[in-house]
């Protein structure tokens, strides 16, 4: 049987004990707990900016000069890097946290209801392994075939295991919020392709201020949004998307030396380079994400997912 939209069997699981609110009000309770997960990161980098800044010679120099702008120049190049990127990575758990709590007070619902399922969840993560690697590895084969891109070795260094870590937790906290949770809520009062679309419509919109963001790589974020969704409703649980959301960011990033939607490059295995005049199809500033390539994998992944026959053993496990 072909997945229904309009009426998921097993999303009935996730919905808590409330009713649904007007797709308004859902939209912009969302907005105000991304400012709280928002401010909670920066509370929790805080620390280490303080103890970074204390410790940087040119910044300190500049302070004492009382001079403002080469202080802020100093800060900016102390704050960057990969150490200063994994620190960012790992306080989106601030995020989870929040997201977990608000659910709790406002909507009463356990993690079991948010896609924190108990049964099998090592299977479900290890295949979101899988599927994320798989997925964006064919992402990178169509940009070399098409000649779009080319590759030579890096030194990644231990950096990777910590990024790997954090990644992990970044991968999983985008899907909390955003399907975990916004999908869900929405999809208590309305049918769920109005939460599918809507969920991904937000996604894309948390990037638009990301380094060279695009009409397609917009497009792809959204189609990104999408394949997640279904994925979620498929498998039942948030194990699988975050896994999935996980690996495609740090393959991207410290395999294959991509940028990840427009942010800096990272210590990768590989370091790319993408070819002049074929931005269409490697996505050019934003990285693969912004090109044919993404979309042409995120369109094969939905079409999967969508014409899968409904498995009764996909419901949530208790």
Known sequence: MKLNL???????????????????????????????????QMLVIMPYEIIVLFGDSAYQAAIQAQDMEAAALASVNALSGDKFMVVSLVSEIIMIAIVLGMCALIQKRSPRKLGFTKGN????????????????????????ATGSLSFTFAKGGWILLLYAIGFMIQGMAEEVLCRGYMMCSIARKYPLWVAILTNALVFAALHLLNAGISVLAFINLVLFG?????????????????????????????????????????????????????????????????????????????????????????????
């Open 6 to 40: 309009k009426h998921e069997e097993g999303m009935t699981q996730f919905y808590g004990e409330k009713k649904g609110w007007n797709i308004i009000l859902e939209i912009l309770l969302f907005i105000g707990i991304f400012i709280l997960c928002s401010l909670g």
């Open 121 to 144: 969840f090592l299977k479900e993560y290890g295949l979101g392994i899988v599927v994320g690697f798989c997925a964006f590895s064919i992402a990178v084969l169509i940009a070399l």
């Open 226 to 318: 999408i394949f997640a969704s279904l994925y979620f409703v498929r498998r039942g649980n948030i194990w699988g998307i975050g896994a999935v959301h996980s690996v495609w960011n740090f393959v991207q990033g410290n395999f294959y030396g991509i940028q990840v939607s427009g942010n800096g490059k990272m210590a990768s295995v590989l370091d790319c380079t993408f070819a002049e005049n074929r931005e269409l199809i490697n996505g050019g500033a934003f990285g693969l994400e912004g090109g044919l390539a993404v979309t042409a994998v995120m369109v094969i992944g939905i079409v999967l997912l969508y014409l899968e026959p409904w498995k009764k053993s996909s419901k949530v496990k208790q």
